[in-house]
């Protein structure tokens, strides 16, 4: 994933990435005795970190030890399947 | 306290640049009673969060300016039995039954809605089944009462139409009962309005149709009921010609001290009135008139259940896309559309005329913003075409509703229109940042608002002159517009030396239907020797597409219409459109206009939803399939001189 980053300015811009994503999947190692649980992420594109926005508001060095941009991301709650025996 | 450096002096850092050299050399400036020194100036601090002080409109607010309730005669009287309570129930997201007993639901809630019933004897549907004394005084009153009780609906509804509509008679005419059924209509809204929930605009219709001409106006109060209460509705039989109603609207303001804006009905039935360069009384159109409906006038209804009215075929023969839903058959009183009607009629032409009258008057009376909506009878404001309750309640959803009649033929010369032509249309966008009667008001009366034809497609647009490319795609880009530019329904002037006007466009699919096929801009312009033009430019395509010579996407989108299922998928066309353009053809001394078109990719008509449903044959005479689209208000150019 390449990243629009401008740090000087701490922006980023929608040239990259996608306003919706749609997926199905069927999960090809299931094992109908096992127990499982499923969750969802999604991942956004590379977007300034808060200590970008920071340097460049306040017109400072970058922190050292994080990353200038980052993904923020989703996390569902999982389904979970559960054997019927159990 | 923060070091001078940390912070950003924004406007003194903007006087610099203005100021001749040398102003700032002294570290002391004198006022009027003391002098200041240099390092004790307060520094104006740039804020942190992004969003202190932001105040433009954030948010997209969905409703109807139009709908009938069992409240006007020709719903009441004709199977409507659903009041406003429904109505706005409906609109608030409940489930209902319909008059004829069949389930509806929404997608989603709207946001807001005016009820909008005919002023002209209000209520008598309801004043009938009540038995109401003083209505039974009045001889039309009882007789139509009498009939309707009997059973004799029909008898009923044309005795009435041929004494009320005909020959003009107001079996209301005592202001005792207009004054209850307008109460009680005032109670409703007042009741269903929820200012940062719900807002349920105070209005209602007037119905003037000079010689069978549909020059109706929905009339939308920004007040309470305290203000709207101390007046009665006007109605057609006070006067039908429009400038009678603006010199109504004036006496409202002036009395009560609020506010109140008037929205033409789509001109498809107007056979060249609705936008004709006379005014009804046969004068030209003159400066005040011009100046009088500007002011009260700010909208337009260019789409509703009774066809499109953005433009037309043959006046815009290069628009592939012209041709959708039109109504262009005649009037009421079965006089046949004429081509030189057409140009009055459809709202791409009128914002053209409005150019050349307001060269020649300086102002322009057809300067309107865009408005979807439904007009249906039916208490129900339903626009998705898959959800779609029909344009009167003799016509909600069964096997037996695609030959009603809607427009009679009496001339017999093929002014009939039918139910199977009415079309699941339209829906109005407002941007604002809350959802009260004050701000979607003003935001209306300011023209930031827009049309589609049912689906909820998000659309923005800015104009200014110094955009760059990549604005568009920063996250903030609204926040850039409207700092260095303005939003749809507003004026570009005074074009910098050189520079032509530049537009910022996102448009995103409604979430519970159909991907995006293409924006569009479309430019309006008088050149210099008065004649008017117009050019279609696509400026986002989706799939891939590129944009050709002829400034079109290089192929059409496709189509994934199951015509046997009523299905379709989003496997073509995309979510969100964005685009970025400079007027190649600008010229600084002619008057312009720009507004955008956004197009869906196509999706089944309702009556192929309905063929799928009941096991129907589709109806001849309209495509089993279409395209969505939004109109956004325009945005003017005006040259300086």
């Given amino acids: ?86 | 306290m923060r070091k001078p450096e940390q912070s950003l002096p924004v406007a003194i850092a903007a006087l610099f640049a203005l100021a001749p050299a040398g102003i700032f050399a002294s570290d002391t400036a004198v006022g009027p009673d003391f002098a200041v020194d240099r390092d004790n100036a307060p520094v104006l601090e740039k804020n942190y969060s992004p969003f202190v002080g932001d105040d433009y409109p954030n948010r997209v607010f969905w409703g109807d300016t139009h709908l009938h309730t069992s409240y006007s005669y020709d719903a009441g009287l004709v199977g409507n039995t659903l009041g406003p309570d429904e109505a706005y129930q409906f609109a608030k997201g409940k489930q209902v039954i319909s008059a004829t007993g069949v389930p509806a639901k929404l997608v989603r809630p709207l946001d807001w809605l005016v009820v909008a019933d005919h002023a002209e004897t209000m209520g008598v549907p309801v004043l009938i089944q009540r038995s109401d004394p003083v209505l039974l005084k009045t001889e039309i009153g009882k007789t139509v009462h009498d009939l309707y009780m009997q059973g004799k609906v029909y008898e009923a509804f044309e005795y009435y139409g041929l004494k009320v509509l005909v020959e003009g008679n107001n079996p209301m005419d005592d202001p005792a009962i207009v004054r209850t059924v307008w109460e009680e209509m005032v109670g409703f809204a007042e009741e269903h309005n929820e200012p940062g929930k719900f807002t349920a605009f105070i209005g209602f219709e007037w119905s003037a149709m000079p010689a069978g001409n549909n020059l109706h106006r929905v009339v939308v109060m920004r007040d309470d009921g305290d203000k709207a209460s101390e007046v009665l509705p006007f109605a057609a039989y006070d006067s039908d010609d429009p400038e009678d109603l603006w010199q109504w609207m004036a006496r409202y303001e002036e009395k009560t001290g609020g506010q109140v804006l008037a929205i033409p009905h789509n001109g498809n039935l107007a056979n060249g009135v609705m936008f004709a360069t006379e005014t009804l009384s046969g004068k030209r159109i003159d400066k005040d008139y011009a100046a009088a409906r500007a002011k009260w006038e700010p909208l337009y209804e260019v789409t509703q259940m009774k066809g499109d009215g953005e433009a037309h075929p043959l006046l815009s023969p290069d628009d592939e896309f012209a041709d959708y839903e039109r109504w262009d058959r005649g009037n009421w009183a079965g006089e046949k559309k004429t081509p030189e009607m057409l140009p009055h009629d459809y709202a791409r032409s009128a914002l053209k005329i409005g150019l050349q009258l307001e060269d020649k008057l300086g102002v322009n009376p057809f300067k309107f913003g865009m408005v979807g909506a439904t007009d249906s009878h039916t208490s129900l404001s339903t626009t998705r075409e898959d959800n779609y309750f029909g344009k009167v309640s003799l016509m909600e959803p069964g096997k037996e509703r695609f030959t009603g009649q809607i427009v009679p033929d009496p001339e017999g010369v093929g002014t009939a229109t039918y139910e199977f032509e009415t079309i699941a249309s339209g829906l109005q966008g407002v941007w604002s940042r809350e959802n009260t009667r004050e701000s979607l008001w003003d935001a209306m009366n300011r023209k930031e608002t827009y049309a589609t034809t049912g689906s909820r497609i998000t659309v923005r647009v800015f104009a200014g002159w110094d955009f760059d490319e990549k604005t568009v795609l920063r996250p903030d880009f609204a926040k850039v517009g409207y700092r260095s530019g303005v939003p749809m329904g507003g004026d570009l002037k005074a074009a910098p030396s050189g520079k032509s006007p530049r537009l910022m466009i996102r448009a995103l699919r409604d979430p519970d239907a159909a991907n995006l096929d293409r924006v569009q801009i479309i430019k309006g312009w008088l050149d210099a020797k008065g004649k008017l033009h117009e050019r279609i430019w696509d400026v986002a395509c989706s799939d891939g597409r590129t944009i050709n010579e002829r400034n079109r996407c290089d192929r059409m989108v496709g189509n994934t219409v199951d015509i046997e299922h009523a299905t379709y998928t989003n496997d073509i066309g995309e979510p969100l459109l964005m685009a970025y353009w400079e007027d190649p053809e600008f010229d600084p001394k002619q008057r312009a206009f720009y507004y955008v078109r956004v197009l869906e990719i196509p999706t089944p008509r309702w009556t192929t939803y309905d063929a799928a449903f009941y096991g129907l044959d589709l109806p001849e005479g309209v495509p089993p399939t279409q395209q969505e689209r939004a109109y956004t208000s325009p945005i003017w150019y005006t040259p300086s001189s």
């Fill in chain 1, 1 to 86: 994933m390449p990243s629009t980053l401008d740090a000087a300015t701490a922006t980023c811009t929608n040239s990259i990435g996608d306003a919706l994503m749609m997926a199905s999947r069927t999960d090809p190692d299931f094992d109908q005795d096992g127990r499982a649980l499923y969750f969802v992420r999604v991942l956004e594109i590379p977007t300034p970190r808060r200590t970008t926005y920071d340097a460049a508001f306040f017109a400072v060095e970058l922190a050292g030890g994080v990353p200038p941009t980052h993904q923020e991301r989703a996390y569902t709650s999982p389904n979970c399947y559960t054997p019927d025996s159990r």
